[in-house]
T-cell receptor, first 119, second 113 residues
Framework: AQSVAQPEDQVNVAEGNPLTVKCTYSVSGNPYLFWYVQYPNRGLQFLLKYITGDNLVKGSYGFEAEFNKSQTSFHLKKPSALVSDSALYFCAVRDGFMNYGGSQGNLIFGKGTKLSVKP | DTEVTQTPKHLVMGMTNKKSLKCEQHMGHRAMYWYKQKAKKPPELMFVYSYEKLSINESVPSRFSPECPNSSLLNLHLHALQPEDSALYLC????????????FGPGTRLTVL
């Protein structure tokens, strides 16, 4: 079964410093990996995805993620954190495939990591 | 336009009420989803519609009844809910072909009294 793990409940970073939010995955077959961000009382916003190709994926709001197959990791990074980056971050893996006659690949989410960026 | 809209934003209902949540997208996506999210927890999948047909029902109680009137609309009909059903209900859509991302609406905050 596919799964993702986010080992940190919370990450604290000073504004201007680089940030990393960790994610490891367990999949059978090729991993399709995603990062989402959720601000308080809001829906999830898509940040970026890894499907294939370059291991460094660039996404929205200056975020990027590095896919590491040997370490089965997909850590989210940003070179310089902003206070406005403070939010809940979810890593997710796609489960299964689109089958026109049947099941749809779904997202399996990690438990989430709260990022707090202080001025 | 990568927007999924949901109405209402907030809903308070008694356990005997019948209400509906609505979701709409105009991105031409052919897969739509309902998720339930409790505070500080990840979303939990409830239903998946693919090409307007229910393809996945994650053992959701019958007091939740989904409906997909057309490819742009998704409803969730609520009846005889319990207080533990209070949560943020999120709608999402995708192009329906792996491996595209799902795009989420802002959610409906449901409180069951």
């Amino acid at each position: 079964a596919q799964s993702v793990a986010q080992p940190e409940d919370q990450v604290n970073v000073a504004e201007g410093n680089p940030l990393t939010v960790k994610c490891t995955y367990s999949v059978s077959g090729n991993p399709y990996l995603f990062w989402y961000v959720q601000y308080p009382n809001r829906g999830l916003q898509f940040l970026l995805k890894y499907i294939t190709g370059d291991n460094l994926v660039k996404g929205s709001y200056g975020f990027e993620a590095e896919f590491n197959k040997s370490q089965t990791s997909f850590h989210l990074k940003k070179p310089s954190a902003l206070v406005s980056d403070s939010a809940l971050y979810f890593c997710a893996v796609r489960d299964g495939f689109m089958n026109y006659g049947g099941s749809q690949g779904n997202l399996i989410f990690g438990k989430g990591t709260k990022l707090s960026v202080k001025p | 336009d990568t927007e999924v809209t949901q109405t209402p934003k907030h809903l308070v209902m008694g356990m005997t009420n019948k209400k509906s949540l609505k979701c709409e997208q105009h991105m031409g996506h052919r897969a739509m989803y309902w998720y339930k999210q409790k505070a500080k927890k990840p979303p939990e999948l409830m239903f998946v519609y693919s090409y307007e047909k229910l393809s996945i029902n994650e053992s959701v109680p019958s007091r939740f009844s989904p409906e997909c009137p057309n490819s742009s609309l998704l409803n969730l009909h609520l009846h005889a809910l319990q207080p533990e059903d209070s949560a943020l209900y999120l709608c999402a859509s995708s192009q329906g072909r792996d491996p595209y991302a799902q795009y989420f609406g802002p959610g409906t905050r449901l409180t069951v009294l």
